[in-house]
């Protein structure tokens, strides 16, 4: 088994069993949110890595989308009825996937499932990012609430186009840039960088990249360690000059990133070592 599926309200299914349908506007439109966490199986077990915080980004989602609130007792439920039938040894990931309803009936409900699958790739790979530009400032979204910053959305055309060009490219991943010469975020990742000892992250407010939970939960820790992590906007010549720098999400974990557009970077390794234990990783 590399795939589980289970239904809100239903349970788990097989794998190839029906759960969306051809009206709906997940489908049709992208009218919908998802979560992604990261599931360990060894000895111990298997865990879902902070799995209340990926609920609470998933409610937030919904509520930036207008959508109804989710049960998240309901969806924790069945993530602990799918995690009980999971038995795949290695890293997988978790997805929550909700869409608002059918297109040609609004009243109707819409998709709510989720899935494990299992990784095929080993967690904190180098990365070789290229910049690519979003087109909008670095405060774009800040009166923007239309534009959906900070929301987990199933249109994600655009994150899987940028996956193509980094291929097309020959490099591993990209990193977001804006009109005034900030860099965001990767298309399935938050950056950290240490930069004159300083743990340095995009701020959230205004830029409309997406409140990483694992960068969240690093915050905290290195904080009851008396380390302190800052928002500031970084340029890509900033990122270049750092001490090191990380992509960073819950299902690849802390990589480092060694070359941006062609010019290599620094690396540290007792602050990957230190943020890959404090992540789990």
Known sequence: MTQLVAVLGVGVVPTDAPVVTADDLGINRGDGVFDAARVVSDADGVRVDLLDEHLARFGRSHEKMAMAAPDLDAWRALVDEAVAAWDVPGEAVLKLIATRGLEHAPAAPGASFLT??????????????????????????????????????????????????????????????????????????????????????????????????????????????????????????????????????????????????????????????????????
């Open 116 to 281: 494990i699958t299992a990784s095929d790739t080993a967690p904190c790979p180098p990365l070789r990012v290229i910049t690519l530009g979003t087109g909008r400032a670095s405060d774009a979204f800040a009166d923007a609430p239309w534009l959906l910053g900070g929301v987990k959305s199933l249109s994600y055309g655009v994150n899987v186009a940028v996956a193509r060009e980094a291929r097309r490219r020959g490099v591993d991943d990209v990193l977001f840039t804006t009109t005034d010469g900030y860099c965001l975020e990767g298309p399935r990742s938050g950056l950290l960088a240490l930069v004159d000892g300083v743990y340095v992250t995009t701020p959230v407010e205004g830029t409309g990249i997406l409140d990483s939970v694992t960068i969240g939960a690093l915050r905290a820790r290195l904080a009851e360690q008396g380390i302190t992590m800052v928002d500031r906007l970084l340029t890509p010549d900033g990122l270049v000059g750092a001490e090191a720098a990380w992509l960073i999400s819950a299902g690849r974990g802390v990589c480092d990133i060694v070359a941006l557009d062609g010019k290599p970077l620094r690396t540290d390794a007792e602050a990957s070592a230190l943020l890959r234990g404090l992540a789990g990783f």
